[in-house]
Nanobody
Framework: VPLVESGGGLVQPGGSLRLSCAAS????????MSWYRQAPGKERELVAS????????NYADSVKGRFTISKDNAKNTVYLQMNTLKPEDTAVYYC?????????WGQGTQVTVSS
């Protein structure tokens, strides 16, 4: 399995979580990495992305200022730090690795924001 997410769970509104995505079996440093999420009954949406070397980062407007994506090429891991979580952040979060030739997805990790 090339991508394995972890770190999801149940958190109260205003709380924080850090998601991790461990990669294996491919040259992680050559891939742009992204986090997507899919809430029940909704389409999968892009949350944040980071270029292969980490120089370009983009966020969905809904998470700007609250979420931070980072990439550790030495550890083959991408992170998503999520602060000030809201109930509308509840979703399954997926990690994605993209190169010109390949596109890998993780199995997803559930994040539930509820009191």
């Amino acid at each position: 399995v090339p991508l394995v997410e972890s770190g999801g769970g149940l958190v109260q509104p205003g709380g924080s979580l850090r998601l991790s995505c461990a990669a294996s079996g491919f040259t992680f440093s050559s891939y742009a990495m992204s986090w997507y999420r899919q809430a029940p009954g909704k389409e999968r949406e892009l949350v944040a992305s980071i270029s292969s070397a980490g120089g370009r980062i983009n966020y969905a407007d809904s998470v700007k200022g609250r979420f931070t994506i980072s990439k550790d090429n030495a550890k083959n891991t991408v992170y998503l730090q999520m602060n000030t979580l809201k109930p509308e952040d509840t979703a399954v979060y997926y990690c994605n690795a993209l190169s010109p030739l390949y596109d890998y997805w993780g199995q997803g990790t559930q994040v539930t924001v509820s009191s």
